[in-house]
């Protein structure tokens, strides 16, 4: 199986980075439009069966505990729109897209793979954002428009790649820590990174 791990850092796969594992790495850098660069040009380069990005992500779902791994099956671009008078409204909700113009469905960017019925992970929907910060009101009214699980800086980026190029795709994420909370010593970065890399190494054990 030609395979491919994703990651913004390699911070976040360095346990994985150790391992004798037949797959290409390919470390994006963080933020939609590197992602969108590295990826697409490492997709056109060479036909993947599987694409796996591996990171961490902050919490909107408080039932999620701190260093869990979930498997995002949905995800949208959440900053990518217009804010009037308080609120936030979608470039499908304005009219300059349409919500089910490939790749999208409804407005998001959706894994139907059965990869992900094979993989013994709750299921998450995330949203990416160009900017993560502490305003408390800003993360609310995100949180309220998309009910989103889990927030990233890459995964609808990515998935957004995948669907275009028709590959195969999985997007993992280790919670580090909920959204707003800026102060890192209540993150747990270090046992979010250690349990992404054992969910990793035995989703490939099982391909």
Not at 23 to 37: E, Q
């Amino acid at each position: 199986m030609n395979l491919l791990i994703v990651a913004a850092t390699d911070f976040e796969i360095e346990p994985f980075l150790k391992e004798n594992i037949s797959a290409d790495i390919l470390i994006t850098g963080v933020g939609i439009p590197s992602t969108v660069f590295h990826l697409s040009k490492k997709l056109f380069g060479k036909k993947y069966d599987l694409a796996i990005q591996a990171g961490i992500a902050g919490a909107f779902n408080h039932q999620l505990k701190l260093s869990e791994v979930v498997a995002v099956k949905e995800e949208t671009f959440a900053d990518l729109g217009i804010e009037e008078n308080g609120k936030l409204y979608s470039l499908f909700e304005k009219g300059f897209m349409n919500e089910n113009e490939f790749p999208f469905e409804n407005g998001w960017l959706k894994n139907n793979h059965l990869i992900l019925e094979k993989i013994n992970l709750p299921y998450a929907k995330g949203i990416t954002v160009n900017k993560i910060g502490d305003d408390v009101l800003q993360n609310k009214m995100i949180e309220e428009k998309f009910s989103a699980d889990v927030e990233s800086m890459e995964g609808a980026a990515f998935h957004y790649v995948c669907l275009q190029q028709q590959i195969n795709f999985l997007q993992l994420r280790s919670i580090s820590n909920y959204v707003g909370e800026r102060d890192r010593s209540k993150w747990e970065l270090r046992n979010a990174i250690e349990n992404l890399n054992k969910e990793l190494l035995k989703i490939i054990e099982k391909l």
